[in-house]
Each structure stands twice: as C-alpha cells, then as structure tokens.
C-alpha cells in the first residue's frame, strides 16, 4: 500500500516544524525537517570551506552527508549540531544554495526515503510540489512577518542565542523573496493545497486545524 504523507510548506517561521512535530505525534507518523537537511548542508560548506558559489561542489557535499536525525538530535558526521543548524547565519547561507538545481536534485532521493509505513508528516517549501507531489494533504501554512518574526525571536532567545527583532525581519523578507523567486522549486502553494492562516491561531489551535484537514482527505 501507498504509505501517506501529509505536506507542510510555507514561508521561513512560520511554524511549519512545530506544527509538523505535533501532527506526527498525534498520528504516529514519522517527520522529515527537509530545511535541516538544507542547513545541514550549509553547514558542511562552511566546515570544509568549499566554495559556496559552486553549485556543483555544493551538490557533492549534500551527495556526502553523513547525517542521523535521533529525537531532538541533529546528527552531522556523529555529531550533534541541532542548535548550530538554527543559528540565522547558516539558515542565511541555506537559502542562498537552497537555490541550486544541483543540489536540490542531490537532495531529493534523500528526502523521498524518509516516506515509511505507517505515514509521514514533510515540511519544507517545496513538499507538495516537488518532492511528494501525490501526497493526499498539502497544507500551505502561512503567517504574517511580524507574527513570524516575533516567534523566530523568541524561539533564538530560549536557544540561548542573541536576537534583534528588526534585523530578523530583514532577513526574513530577504530569505521569503529569495524562496518565492528561485527557478528552481519556488515557494508556492501546490495547486491542490489548503492554507492555513496561523498569525491569530496558537499552536493547538493549528495543530487541530490540520488534523481536520487530514480527516477529510482520507
Ligand atoms: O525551513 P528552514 O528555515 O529550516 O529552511 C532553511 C532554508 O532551506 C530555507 O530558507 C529555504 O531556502 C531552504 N529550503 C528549501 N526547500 C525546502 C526546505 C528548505 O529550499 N524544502
């Protein structure tokens, strides 16, 4: 049988990994974060200082990467690095090469394995479309910047690290209009996806709203 996979995509922080993690929970299902494998991948260039212009070199690295998700673990070559992944310099650099055919190709089978009985819940910017394109629910969640910028801020700060809400909403516009412009796998709602709105809803409250959906769909 078909295992099934419910899709989340939408903009930077807009809450799509709690509201993945959730669904999951209350379904079972398993979860793919495909932006860490983005991060990840970052992460590595900037590591083993490989020229983050060259998309080919790029590719190769993600084609390489020894990576283990286990609980709130973030596995690179054995090592944790969950809270270095987060930190908005490598998200900056994530989606700057986030941009390349190469590397989303490299990527792709990679993401397409994480599709495992009993289901999966995927969130990214491009699951819907792209990577699981026969998923029987998309769900495109949006939010408006400043709600967005605020939980990002918030979500740095109990990490530990500093934040600065003006300079987060700069780069978050600057990373949203690079997703929504790229060539390759732009941000976009799938044609038969449904939106969620989460500016005025709190987590529950989406989590519910998803699962609704779900009950629809199957
Ligand atoms: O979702 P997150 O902020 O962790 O993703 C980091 C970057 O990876 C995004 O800004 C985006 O450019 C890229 N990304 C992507 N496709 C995905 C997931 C993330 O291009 N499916």
Redesign the pocket.
Known sequence: AVVPVITI?GP??SG??TIAHRVAQQLGWHTL???????LTALAVQQQGVDAFDELAVAQVALRLDVGFQGEQVLLSGQDVAALIRQESV?NL??KV?AYAPL?QALLERQRAFRVAPGLVA?????GTV?FPDAPLKVFLVADVQARAERRCKQLKEKGFSANLTGLLEDMRA?DE??RNRAN?PLVAAHDAKTVDSSCLSIDETVKQVLDLWSEAC
């Open positions: 995509d930077t922080a799509k990994g974060d495909s932006g860490a494998l983005y991060r998200g994530a989606s986030a989303r969130d990214g910017r491009d699951m990577v990373r690079r997703d796998a």
